[in-house]
């Protein structure tokens, strides 16, 4: 009877052993897959982590741009003015660009940024003021910058020219309304010789800014016309009406003045 039953016990013992090899080796294999897979779990797990981080970093960092370009001529400004000067000057906000056209075929001369130091204490720019209102407003009350960029090279007495003609036509347009005296315009006639002499015969390269600055009022004092690096000129009239006559009308700009009033839409307080 042992010997019959040899043959068999040792078939089963061979099957038990290949079961358990068999378990073992894939509780091996498991164990190593796991081991193996689990790094990249975690290194997956990781990246799609800092990538989502990053993204939010650069959406959360990005700074606010700090120029505004003219879309007409690609002439960038900047969106605050500081101007180097012997008496300190006021951060300087720009508010509207445009481009500047001649004759029907709409030739650009230049670009041009109106700035004013809207942090002004003596500024008082209710929200239900018209844009006309608060730009008189600011004019009259704080210090403000024309930039002026030519969009071709030109020359200081091409542009001094247009200047001339836009105050001589203010000063008409004033005499129309009866709100210029006679004494007032005989006044206004020296100080305007002056600013023109103050522009030289030379020329003015492409894209070199020319600053054209109002001062701030001072009391008992005139205001000042400041031409920067030329010259400057003391005038009540002609300080403020050379910056209100780039707002006349449609403007000597008009899609620098459109510019200008939908951003003092959005100013008061």
Same mark, same amino acid.
């Given at each position: ?9 040792? +078939? ?9 090899? =068999?378990?073992?080796?894939? $509780? =091996? ?21 800092? %990538?989502?981080?990053?993204? /939010?970093? *650069? ?13 007409? !001529? /690609?002439?960038?400004?900047?969106? @605050? ?9 006021? =951060?300087?906000?720009? *508010?509207?660009?445009?481009?500047? @056209?001649?004759?029907?075929? &709409? ?20 929200? @239900? ?7 008189? $407003? *600011? ?13 071709? !090279?030109?020359? #200081?007495? $091409?542009?001094?020219? &247009? ?10 347009? #004033? ?11 005989? /006044? ?13 015969? =030379?020329? %003015? ?18 205001? @000042? %016309?400041?031409? +920067?690096?030329?010259? /400057? ?30 951003? %003092?839409?959005?100013? &008061?307080?």
């Amino acid at each position: 009877m042992f010997p019959l039953l040899q043959p068999l016990a040792c +078939r089963a013992l061979s099957a038990t052993i290949v079961r358990s090899s =068999t378990r073992r080796a894939v $509780h =091996t294999n498991t164990a190593n897959v796991a081991r193996n897979v689990r790094p990249w779990v975690w290194v997956s797990a990781f990246a799609a982590t800092a %990538l989502l981080l990053s993204k /939010s970093a *650069i959406k959360l960092d990005s700074p606010p741009p700090d120029e505004t370009v003219d879309v007409a !001529s /690609s002439i960038a400004f900047p969106n @605050t003015l500081r101007i180097p000067s012997k008496v300190p000057l006021p =951060t300087l906000t720009l *508010i509207g660009v445009g481009v500047r @056209t001649v004759s029907f075929l &709409g030739i650009k001369v230049y670009s041009v940024g109106f700035y004013a130091d809207l942090q002004n204490a003596n500024l008082d720019l209710p929200a @239900t003021a018209s844009p006309q209102e608060k730009l008189e $407003h *600011i004019v009259k009350n704080s210090a403000c910058v024309l930039r002026i960029v030519p969009t071709r !090279s030109t020359s #200081f007495s $091409h542009l001094r020219d &247009g200047f001339m003609r836009s105050l001589q036509g203010r000063m008409a347009l #004033f005499r129309q309304r009866g709100i210029l005296s006679k004494e007032e315009e005989f /006044s206004i006639q020296s100080p305007l010789h002056k600013f023109k002499t103050m522009f030289p015969n =030379t020329p %003015l390269a492409k894209h070199t800014p020319l600053d054209i600055l109002l001062a701030p009022p001072e009391p008992q004092q005139p205001r @000042t %016309l400041i031409i +920067r690096d030329l010259g /400057s000129v003391q005038h009540d009239w002609l300080a403020k009406e050379f910056f209100l006559a780039y707002f006349e009308g449609d403007g000597i700009s008009p899609p620098m003045k459109k510019s200008v009033f939908a951003r %003092l839409e959005e100013i &008061g307080w």
